[in-house]
């Protein structure tokens, strides 16, 4: 996960929510809900807010509710409750469903009290970040999904080997595991390459090793 920092809702929710002052999300049409993603996806610079894989386009996620909708009816038309999240069966959104989530991509923790290795799993540093594993089935163990596992293996290995990084050794030069942090962080075309905030997170555990 990276930290996501959620803007002013779409004006076209704010006009629905103003002459629908009693509606609720399910009530939205299918354009204003493809408002939606688009704003979140801009947001999260087109990665999934949960596991950080690419999003190619508004037909590839779907709006999630951090805070479920039958947990809490006030929050289901609340921007800063809904995220994109990616369709992969039974990972991230479609895993969530209705449990609680203690961690989520709108905490700064959520990018230190989650550790990903370089073998592509991930552990929880905290009883919340455990149990949000658990619910988002963000792969602790290739028991639980070893897709996710290999897929951010791989795709962290080119990006390290990219930057001149060999995975399999530590860098101990902090200097320039700073500067692979800020040129990871750079933008293209509003975009960031998937799994980037993991990379991120690796190099960062480097620098505090």
């Known amino acids: 996960m990276r930290k996501i920092n959620k803007g002013s809702e779409p004006p076209d929710l704010t006009k629905w929510k103003k002459q629908q002052p009693h509606g609720r999300y399910n009530q939205l049409t299918q ?68 449990q609680p989530l203690p961690l989520t991509p709108l905490m700064a923790e959520c990018e230190t009290e989650l550790e990903f290795k370089i073998s592509g799993r991930v552990e929880g540093v905290s009883d919340r970040a455990r149990t949000t594993i658990q619910v988002l089935n963000l792969g602790d163990s290739e028991k639980n999904n070893r897709s996710l596992i290999e897929k951010r293996k791989q795709l962290c290995n080119v990006l390290l080997w990219t930057n001149g990084i060999d995975p399999g050794e530590d860098l101990e030069d902090e200097e320039l595991l700073k500067m692979l942090i800020r040129d990871l962080s750079q933008l293209q075309d509003d975009k960031m390459e998937p799994f980037t905030p993991v990379v991120i997170n690796i190099l960062n555990n480097w620098l505090r090793s």
């Not at 037909?59 to 990616?86: G, Y």
């Open 31 to 98: 354009e204003i809900r493809q408002i939606i993603r688009e704003d979140a996806l801009k947001e999260q610079f087109y990665l999934c807010a949960y596991c950080c894989q690419r999003i190619e386009d508004v037909k590839s996620c779907h709006n999630e509710h951090i805070e479920p909708q039958n947990l809490n009816l006030q929050r289901t038309l609340d921007f800063s409750n809904i995220v994109a999240s990616c369709n992969t069966s039974n990972q991230c959104g479609m895993a969530h469903q209705s």
